[in-house]
């Protein structure tokens, strides 16, 4: 029997509609971040089979110890613990059971480890951790349990071009931008927040509270701890919250360069201060764990971690994955040796481009931590313009065939700084994409 008449034909006028989160441009993926990733999928360089292809400098992954993590996950998985302690045995526990609370096991040493990469500076009860699958899926649901739609969060510039989508895209609240600039390093000043601040109440938006990266992305630096207790008092005076996504914390080069935003809580007796403060983390960048897809909030608040542990049911962490990184997040000479090691290797690299950027005539913003460093293009620029640097970015993509990540794809409101990312390739990639970086410089040398 065939479809009704009525059903069988078909207009432009009668397109079956979706909702506005699908076709919202809120996604952000026609942003130059993205476009740069298009053009690496399209033509990637590989040393053997593609030389002349398009290097990844766009992509904040960390490669530089994975032989560590490779060697004691084999060891592992050849000792049969792959499933916990039970063995092979608990492949019935781990495939039957899911505790969306996350192992106890897990969050526990969870906590130890994020205990470990501050120097002990700053404790964290494992009963306030909620396990999340990676830190876009924390900061996504923390804004959906500090915000409503139309309200909105006050971000330093520059930030990570992906917290346009994180933070606004399904849940329908705005960004207003706290701008920074190169005159301070690009530090938050109480007046920079004072001023976003206004911008927002004067656009009758209601913020519900600051959310910075520490150390930042894509700045490759530390938040310094006058910066922090100003944050917080801002936050207190206002009565909104602090979010603080530490992400990188444990790739500080010095650990002693680094504080976290716990380590001020910790001697705050006043519940009411501190439970505004809450903390993103994730095994993706600190151990170069991307895939294993596990990240957490910390928060100080019952509620908050009361309700973030309802929603994580939409975003849980398999029971293998938790079983597996317990046991080698426990292992206490690994992981002294991996933080180390992890944090020499990275100051190596973060040397070994700066000083090759440097030979060129190339500035960076001092830095101190991350994956990544801030590079200063902007005497190449043919306009001061946003237009100029998309311009100057469009011809290291085509020509130089390298992705790199321009400022104003960060929000940055000065023109010609970008971010080039340096722990996702191999040495040898990186010293191949120096050389065109001299040659292209060469080149604009001589004409």
């Not at 505790?99 to 480890?113: E, I, N, P, V, W």
């Amino acid at each position: 029997m065939g479809l009704p008449l009525m059903m069988e034909t078909s207009s432009n006028d009668n397109k079956v509609e979706l909702s506005r989160v699908a076709v919202s441009d809120t996604h952000g993926e026609d942003s130059p971040y993205f476009a740069g990733w298009k053009a690496y999928d399209e033509n990637p360089y590989d040393e053997t089979h593609n030389p002349s292809g398009v290097i990844q400098m766009g992509l904040a992954e960390n490669q530089v110890s994975f032989d560590l993590l490779e060697s004691y996950l084999e060891k592992k998985n050849q000792e049969g613990s792959m499933w916990g302690s039970k063995g092979a045995s608990g492949f019935r526990e781990n495939a039957l059971f899911q505790d969306y609370h996350g192992l106890k096991t897990f969050r526990q040493a969870m906590a130890s480890f994020m205990e470990k990469i501050r120097g002990g500076k700053a404790r964290f009860d494992p009963d306030r951790i909620v396990l999340t699958a990676g830190a876009t899926a924390a900061n996504e649901l923390l804004t959906f349990i500090l915000a409503n739609p139309n309200d909105a969060l006050l971000v330093p510039t520059p930030y990570y071009p992906g917290f346009d989508r994180d933070l606004r895209w399904r849940t329908g609240v705005r960004i207003v931008p706290i701008h920074c600039d190169s005159s301070n390093h690009f530090q938050i000043t109480p007046e920079a927040l004072e001023t976003a601040y206004e911008t927002a109440r004067d656009a009758n938006i209601r913020v519900r509270g600051v959310l910075i990266t520490n150390p930042s992305n894509p700045l490759g630096a530390t938040v310094q701890r006058k910066v922090l207790e100003d944050l917080l008092d801002f936050c207190v005076r206002k009565n909104i919250h602090l979010v603080s996504d530490e992400i990188y914390s444990g790739s500080v080069f010095h650990a002693s360069e680094f504080t976290s935003v716990a380590e001020i809580v910790e001697n705050i007796d006043d519940v009411s201060v501190k439970e505004r403060v809450h903390i993103v983390y994730s095994l993706s960048k600190d151990l170069g764990l991307p895939g294993f897809r596990v990240g957490t909030i910390y928060s100080y608040n019952d509620n908050v971690v009361r309700t973030a542990r309802r929603m994580s049911s939409f975003t849980l962490v398999s029971s293998q994955t938790q079983h597996m990184l317990a046991s080698m997040l426990s292992d206490e000479e690994f992981t002294e040796k991996y933080i180390r090691l992890n944090r020499e290797r990275l100051r190596r690299r973060y040397e070994t481009i700066v000083e090759g950027l440097k030979k060129e005539g190339i500035e960076c913003l001092k830095g101190n931590a991350g994956l990544f460093c801030w590079m200063n293009l902007g005497f190449l620029l043919n306009t001061k313009t946003k237009e100029g640097e998309l311009e100057l970015w469009d011809v290291i993509l085509k020509e130089l065939k390298l992705n790199i990540s321009p400022g104003s794809s960060c929000h940055c409101s000065e023109f010609g700084w970008f971010r080039v990312c340096f722990a996702n390739m191999s040495e040898k990639t990186l010293e191949i994409a120096l050389k065109r970086i001299h040659e292209f410089m060469d080149r604009r040398r001589r004409f």
